[in-house]
């Protein structure tokens, strides 16, 4: 029987992955994804810490303004796929998603069974809530700041869509691996309603990543400086964001700017991905060289599945950077 990890554990085993610090003089806090030599890879537990700092940040009225990055090349490549392994369709005995949904495993609770419908969909309803790390920024009163470099895939493009602003260096990608092999991501609602439909839906039926400057011309990103001056631009944005109008202004607007975005259906977006994604293994593969989640494409690891099969991508499709220097 597999022996699952507490929710505690994997908190303080993600400590050294994620930490936050404050400015009090300038009213600035400063989350950054500290795994640079995994891509800055979310674990379960850097997801569950970014949620409380953010939580933090919300309340702390020596903060005005959030700054979310990552530490080295990349803001992210996501989270780390090689965590859950094959629990999402081939879980081993004993193992569930009770840690994700903060319930210790020796608590009494009984997890659906494999091929019931609450099996996965307990997990992807749950991602719809700010409580699970997915869209904390969209129940984040003050003014939230993401710094986008290399690769900002996956999770990390869930926060670059629900951050105020984006600010890019020039060589920012942009994506979400899972539409080549599980086919949406939980916050697909945001990405529309931000990046417009056909080029929306060019990056969903492609799976290619977009580039900075795609994603500026479809109103994405507030700015895309090179790599060497994208700390300081930050700054500037940051800076004066602290400087604006005092914090109850800001959550005022903030929450006039939050009704707008529930008018629109954000949170209902996020409910029906949930219900979406919680129907992934009834999705039958349609040619045996698919890759999908559950199926032999994976038996080699998640991982190693989609660089393969980004190499039969066009170069300048593929998610890599290697892949896409690449020639042929």
């Known amino acids: ?16 992955y994620i930490r936050y610090d404050k400015d009090r003089t300038r009213r600035i806090a400063t989350i950054t994804i500290d795994r640079p030599d995994r891509g800055n890879a979310l674990t379960i537990g850097t997801r569950m810490l970014f949620a409380d700092y953010v939580h933090r ?40 998603f009770l840690p994700d949904l903060e319930i210790e495993p020796d608590e009494d609770v009984a997890w659906p069974p494999k091929g019931s419908y609450r099996h996965l969909h307990h997990l992807t309803d749950y991602y719809a809530k700010g409580a ?16 986008a470099k290399g690769y900002c895939y996956g999770w990390h493009f869930y926060q670059c869509g629900d951050a105020d602003l984006v600010i890019a260096s ?15 991501g939980p916050r697909m609602w945001t990405w529309l309603e931000t990046i417009g439909y056909r080029k929306f839906a060019e990056m969903v ?17 507030n700015s895309v400086v090179a790599r060497e001056d994208l700390e300081a631009e930050v700054d500037k944005y940051a800076d004066a964001c602290a400087r604006s109008r005092p914090v109850d202004v800001v959550v005022a607007q903030k929450t006039f700017m939050e009704a707008y975005k529930q008018y629109r259906g954000e949170y209902l977006g996020s409910l029906l991905t949930g219900w979406l994604e919680g129907m992934l293994p009834a999705m039958k593969p349609d040619r045996e060289t698919a890759v999908d989640l559950g199926g032999d494409a994976f038996n080699e690891g998640i991982a190693k ?3 393969n099969n980004d190499r039969s991508y066009p170069p300048e499709w593929r998610l890599s950077r290697q892949g896409r220097a690449a020639k042929e």
């Not at 029987?1 to 050294?16: G, I, L, N, T």
């Not at 492609?206 to 994405?220: I, L, S, V």
């Open 132 to 147: 699970s790390g997915i869209r904390p920024l969209q129940e984040f009163k003050k003014i939230s700041i993401v710094e």
């Open 57 to 96: 940040a919300n309340v702390d009225d020596e903060v005005k303004v959030l700054v979310i990055r990552g530490e080295g090349e990349d803001f992210g490549t996501g989270a780390d796929i090689d965590e859950h392994g094959d629990m999402y369709l081939n879980p081993k005995e004993g193992e569930s």
């Open 205 to 221: 039926f492609t799976g290619r990543p977009f580039t900075a400057a795609e994603m500026d011309k479809c109103g994405f990103l």
């Open 1 to 16: 029987m597999a022996e699952m990890k507490s929710p505690r554990a994997h908190r303080e085993d993600a400590r050294k």
């Open 305 to 307: 599945a989609v660089k």
């Open 170 to 184: 020039d060589d920012a990608l942009f994506g979400h691996p899972s539409f080549r092999y599980a086919g949406w």
